[in-house]
């Protein structure tokens, strides 16, 4: 089965956490990379993995929660990414990427 | 620790906005770049994995994650620096034209990064009102290698290796217990810094306010990590060029101080283009006013430091009296002070100007704001080609067409509202 990029880009702490809650869903190698840049901006940090579409969609609900409480800068399933995303466009963004991957298969 | 090629592109991937591109670095055509890269790298005892992208908005990152670091160099930020460069020559004193040089090449920086930021209305809106208030006929070359070749070896390469050294230096570790910024570095605190700016801004009645401000809305650790950085690029570069270009030891920090300059205020720049898709059209004008103080102040507490260090470096490069070589500096940093204040002052207007005519990010006006300026961009094939070579400059393939890329950006934003 194909793996789906997950990534998904917050503060430390909210990084740290998720990474927990993912790991209990799935095998695969999760990681947390810091990200910094010259404009002296406080860091980001992306948890980024590789699963498949069942182990992400399982995961979503998780990401969900997160924007809720806006912890999340950026959200990314495959070629699909947001900013700042609300909790409803976070679904929204995982419902219009499994509508293109559908259609790519057909 | 070794990690598979497919693993770095992974992490790589995962940090770039969708549909750059990106792969190993290899240094063809900037071997000066590699060697100081080497170089640095042996100097500070890291390991790091280095990456180029294009085809995105022009940024300079590291990436850390248990036991990899990765370095994703922007081919597009070496040129934006060589631009600042050039409209520092252009805009000297003399020159009656000033004020019509800086702001077409202020706003098309920012049209670069509004597009980096995902806001292709606000980005297409800044490119046609810099090529409006434009006066000279052609747009900046967007061609790399000559861009890169119109600047004199020893600027260039350190224009092109600051912002390297500035991101390995992030490589190496935090040394402070108590970060605050009552925190000395060269022996003056962050706070000392930070009154001097308040003072020299005119604004000694409010200081009390302004320093409670600063305290509780700085992150001092995350300011000192970038002064530490900083500093470290500067020595870096500044011995890099000394020792390999055989240049004395003045004229290496004045290259490795110009090219802190110009990364400064394109970064500065970025940051307000972040504040803007934030506040743009919005009542909270207040709060833009506050963030964007708040910036340029930590801004401008690190170019303190790097000033200061500077002269230290200088001292002992030169075995001179400390108040000489502090006088030096200083005489470096005012020779362009007319310069960075007009730039400083434009782009404050025309931040002004896109605060209060942009659209909110999500609003519904955003549409009809979009399609009245792509309908302008389709019908003036001069407006085309800027765009079209604004894109080139960023690394997009030349079958690229703006207008169909732009409304693209702009679909995809708005199925994301």
Redesign the interface.
């Known amino acids: 089965m194909q793996t789906v ?1 997950l ?1 998904v880009e917050s503060d430390e702490a909210t990084s740290s956490q998720l990474r927990k809650d993912l790991a209990a869903l799935t095998d695969e190698e999760i ?13 980001d940090f ?1 948890m ?1 993995l ?1 699963a498949t579409a069942p182990i992400v969609a399982a995961m979503v609900p998780f990401i969900i929660e997160r924007a809720r409480q806006k912890k999340v800068r950026r959200v ?1 399933f495959g ?5 700042n ?1 609300s909790d409803e ?1 976070v679904r ?2 995982w419902e ?1 990427f499994l509508a293109a991957n559908t259609e790519r298969k057909t | 620790m070794a990690v598979s090629e497919r693993a770095l592109e992974l992490l790589v991937g995962a940090a770039l906005p969708t549909g750059a591109q990106f792969g190993r670095e290899n240094f063809a055509g900037d071997p000066l770049v590699q060697r100081f890269c080497e170089w640095a790298k042996e100097m500070l005892k890291v390991e790091v994995n280095i990456f180029v992208s294009w085809s995105c908005p022009p940024d300079v990152s590291i990436l850390t994650s248990s036991g990899v670091n990765i370095l994703i160099r922007s081919e597009r930020f070496d040129t934006l620096l060589v631009e600042y460069l050039h409209l520092k020559d252009a805009a000297s004193p003399r020159n009656p034209l000033t004020d019509l040089v800086l702001p077409p090449a202020t706003l098309r920086w920012m049209a670069e990064f509004l597009l980096g930021y995902r806001w292709p209305q606000a980005a297409l809106y800044t490119a046609i009102r810099a090529h409006e208030l434009r006066i000279d006929p052609r747009p900046p070359n967007p061609f790399r290698d000559e861009a890169l070749a119109s600047v004199d070896e020893v600027q260039r390469v350190a224009l092109q290796c600051f912002c390297l050294g500035h991101e390995l230096g992030h490589l190496l570790p935090s040394q402070y217990d108590a970060p605050s910024l009552d925190t000395k570095v060269d022996g003056l605190s962050l706070s000392r810094h930070i009154s001097r700016d308040i003072e020299e801004g005119g604004a000694a009645p409010v200081a009390e306010q302004m320093m409670a401000q600063a305290r509780s809305s700085i992150d001092a650790l995350n300011l000192l990590r970038e002064i530490d950085a900083d500093l470290i690029a500067l020595e870096l570069v500044a011995v890099f060029v000394a020792n390999t270009l055989g240049v004395p030891a003045k004229e290496a920090l004045q290259v490795a101080l110009t090219a802190y300059e110009a990364q400064s205020f394109l970064y500065a720049t970025k940051h307000t283009c972040a504040l803007l898709r934030r506040y743009a059209g919005r009542d909270d004008r207040a709060e833009f006013t506050r963030e964007d103080w708040i910036a340029g102040l930590q801004v401008s507490v690190r170019a303190r430091c790097v000033l200061r260090r500077a002269g230290f470096l200088l001292s002992r490069w030169r075995a001179g009296d400390e108040k000489q070589t502090a006088a030096t500096i200083d005489a470096m940093f005012l020779e362009s002070i007319e310069f960075r204040n007009d730039l400083a002052t434009v782009a404050q207007g025309e931040t002004e100007h896109l605060l209060n005519t942009l659209p909110a990010l999500n609003a519904q006006e955003g549409r009809p704001f979009f399609d009245s300026l792509i309908e302008t961009a389709r019908s003036d094939s001069e407006v085309r080609l800027d765009l079209f070579y604004m894109l080139i400059a960023m690394g997009f393939p030349g079958g690229t067409d703006p207008i169909g890329w732009l409304e693209h950006l702009f679909e995809m934003q708005q199925a994301g509202s």
């Open positions: 990029l990534a990681v947390v990379q810091k990200r910094e840049g010259l404009g002296g901006m406080v860091a992306i980024v590789q990314r070629d699909f990414e947001i900013d995303p466009q929204a963004l219009r």
